[in-house]
């Protein structure tokens, strides 16, 4: 394995990074339940490259809390500004669309919510407790904020006790500062030493091609098992925009299956490593494979 990643032209989107458009009546089911339910999507709001091939298998990411971010990460398509006041219905109609789209794993992100006095938790305690009550054969996984390292709140999110806990360090240490908003590296870590020690199941994803080396993403790897996240997705960095981040470098699958057999021997218990990999995508195998202390590589082939 060479100490860099091979050069791929950035101007150009490999062949790899090529997604099939999905137009089908699951789709059109998906976007009417959230539509009517005047729900918020990571989909949407993080202009996912997955989004049709996931809402054509009947699924979707929920955002809660809104969708304007009080944070404005330099790699991230979500709105960012002053959010409107908490939604109080938005926990049931959260849970009605899982059941309306009969979900066997249901995932929630939010927008970071620096504007509140406990950032969101007791909100996103409701959102689970809903789901969880409408939905009770459904495992619940949850993307969360840093809560800026506060684990008052940590553990006011944990005690509604979703199936898995994540929380994203996006990136590698030295280039968290150029890409995340407030966010500090050594915090995000943190936060999932703390959801580790409460015995929940802690997962974390990191974003290559922003300028990163091989040896800093494996020693990302290691200081996420020495924080005891158990679950770890690698996916490549798209530029949503012309305002984000540029792309510094397209990796390919053949580097994406060197991490992912690299986080293995470091003991995770799911990995899922492709170009096209993000957080929730096709985030339900993780639960079976933890089960069992396996793991399976996610193939990213163009749909």
Known sequence: MPDHYDRVNVKQKPDWLKIKLHSDKEFASVAQIVQQHKLHTICDSGKCPNKAE????????FMVLGDVCTRGCRFCATATGRPL???AGEPERVARSIALMELRHAVITSVTRDDLAD????HWARVIEAVRAQNPHTTIEVLIPDFGGDEERLNTVLAARPDITGHNIETVERLTPLVRSRASYRTSLGVLRHIALQGAVAKSGIMVGLGETRDEVLRA??????AGA???????????????????????PETFEFYRTEALVRGFAHVASGPMV????LAEQALANIAGQ??????????
């Not at 996931?54 to 990411?61: F, G, I, M, N, P």
């Not at 993000?278 to 995508?281: H, L």
Request: aromatic share 6%; hydrophobic share 30%; charged share 25%.
């Open 294 to 303: 396996s793991s399976v590589n996610i193939k990213n082939e163009s749909r």
């Open 54 to 61: 996931c809402w054509s298998r009947k699924t979707a990411t």
């Open 85 to 87: 006041p908490i939604d």
């Open 221 to 226: 790897l290691d200081d996420l098992r020495e």
């Open 119 to 122: 950032g969101g938790a007791a």
């Open 230 to 252: 158990s679950i770890v997705t690698l996916g490549q960095y798209l530029r949503p925009t012309r305002t984000h981040v540029e792309v510094a470098e397209y990796v390919t």
């Open 278 to 281: 993000r957080s929730s995508y």
